[in-house]
């Protein structure tokens, strides 16, 4: 393809491209990536739906707060039962929220360290809302217009993290 | 420690790009689309692993093999080590940085805390190379970011030491040899072989132009695999992504490989490498129009089963493409 008929406008995410240049030989181009230039919103849109989907099937108990994880992550039971070092039959068990009630704090340290989120995640749903609509995270827009944002610290204890809702720096 | 002067650059693939970088800066001149095609980087699969609810594709060679294969045909020698003690693997790997070796790293694209979440996923694969360490965070030169990024060293270990499918195993590698000179023809016409073969004769059914066929015939399939329309698109978007957004220098790496067969010509003295190379980027644009028509039809979720067979066919329609194109270039690497 030519050089400028592949490159995309995308400063948000580049990536390297090989192709035809103006003198006939072929070399690489910075380019936006076409995905995200063209469908990020559309992206963003899908996975809104997937978290706020998983988010109320995990408040009506159907399923555990590390189904609604794995299931953001996009994980497979083998791998997350692989990464957190949990046989798959007990994993299988822990994403239903009657037995996730069995499950042991060293168990969720091990879910939680997979996920990079605190163990206090599990227990909460943190939502920033704005003009009373959902905007749990994956809104494009609405997480440039935040006016909230909430860091979580990690302190020398792995159990606890310490939230802090800050007011964006505009 | 600080950092090691180290000429980063932007690659379109982490393992092609991490190796060529590292060459690079102990002296040896090479590009990113030599180093792929020497390695036989090009080729394709399609299967289920239990790693993702849904089947995945993928048109590069095995991880890691990229490096192997590329020292093997060269007499580049690196040193490779895998650590169990992540403790004893983040004391050699300062006590490198702290010599001025720049040290090449295997971990999990999902803890590189420097890109933004959202393009961040659970990925063993993703290679990176250390090139400094200021207080708790190490300098990274990562072939996806525009600049020497910084990362706090717990992120890296547990980048490192991910578990999981293809685990990392805190894996380390850097040059120790590195020739002046390198055999380069062989090494373009190993690559050139290894490919080929790849392509074609793998007996199996889910492997080289036998895999772009069954990822042809199989993708009507998908909805089976899907809870909704939205998880049917999201993953009909992932073949856009696999083939141009996952470093791949554009259309599975078909773009890159054509490159390589520029540069093939003037190495092996042969000028009709020149309009296979041309072939190769045509190749190239209809996988990309494919990964076109795939981000058309889930953004509009218009998925039904003639759109899949639409699709399909034109996968098939690559297939055959891919066959001649290889069983040509067989035959003229044969004269």
Sequence with gaps: MKEKEIKTDFKEHEVILYAEKEDDSFGPVVSGSYLAANYLDELYLIWGNFEKQWCERLLKMEISPVARYKNLEELSLSELASRAGIPRRKVKKHLLHKHFMKAS?????????????????????????????????????????????????????????????????? | ???????????????????????????????????????????????????????????????????????????????????????????????????????????????????????????????????????????????????????????????????????????????VSVPAEIPI???????????????????????????????????????????????????IFLVTTILEDQGTGGAGFRYIYASFLREAATILEKPVFNEYAKTMMEIGDDWRNLSLFASRIAKNRDLGTDKLKEMGDLIRENADKEERFFTDLKQAIAS
């Design chain 1, 105 to 170: 704090v060293k168990e969720l340290q091990q879910y939680a360290d997979v996920f990079n989120v605190p163990v206090a995640n599990f227990f909460q749903v943190i939502e920033t809302k704005q003009d009373g609509s959902w905007n749990l995270g994956h809104n494009r827009e609405a997480a440039k217009a935040r006016p909230l944002t909430i860091s979580q610290v990690k302190t020398a204890n792995p159990l606890v993290v310490i939230t802090n809702p800050e007011k964006t720096a505009s």
């Design chain 2, 185 to 235: 023809k062989t090494g373009v016409l190993n690559g050139l072989k290894n490919t080929i073969n790849n392509m074609l004769r793998i007996p199996l059914p889910f492997l080289g132009v036998k895999g772009i066929r069954r990822f042809a015939d199989k993708l009507v399939e998908w909805p089976g695999y899907a809870n909704d329309i939205d998880h049917l698109a999201h993953n």
């Design chain 2, 1 to 175: 420690m600080s950092e090691i002067p180290y000429k980063h650059a932007m690659a379109a693939h982490c393992e092609s790009g991490t190796v060529t970088n590292l060459v690079n800066h102990h002296g040896l001149k090479i590009s990113e689309p030599l180093v792929f095609g020497i390695a036989g980087g090009i080729f394709f699969g399609y299967m289920k692993t239990p790693m993702r609810e849904f089947p995945t594709i993928f048109s590069r060679i095995r991880p890691g093999k990229i490096l192997d294969n590329f020292t093997r045909r060269t007499g580049v020698k690196f040193r490779k080590q895998r650590y169990t003690d992540p403790d004893k693997a983040e004391q050699e790997l300062d006590r490198l940085l702290e010599a001025g070796q720049p040290v090449g790293l295997q971990v999990d694209f999902f803890y590189m805390e420097f890109f933004p979440p959202w393009h961040r996923v659970h990925i063993n694969i993703h290679y990176i190379v250390a090139v400094g360490k200021e207080d708790d965070h190490y300098l990274i030169s990562d072939c996806y970011h525009p600049t020497i990024a910084r990362l706090h060293k717990d992120s890296l270990r547990k980048g490192r030491f991910a578990k999981g499918s293809m685990a990392p195993r805190g894996l380390i590698f850097y040059p």
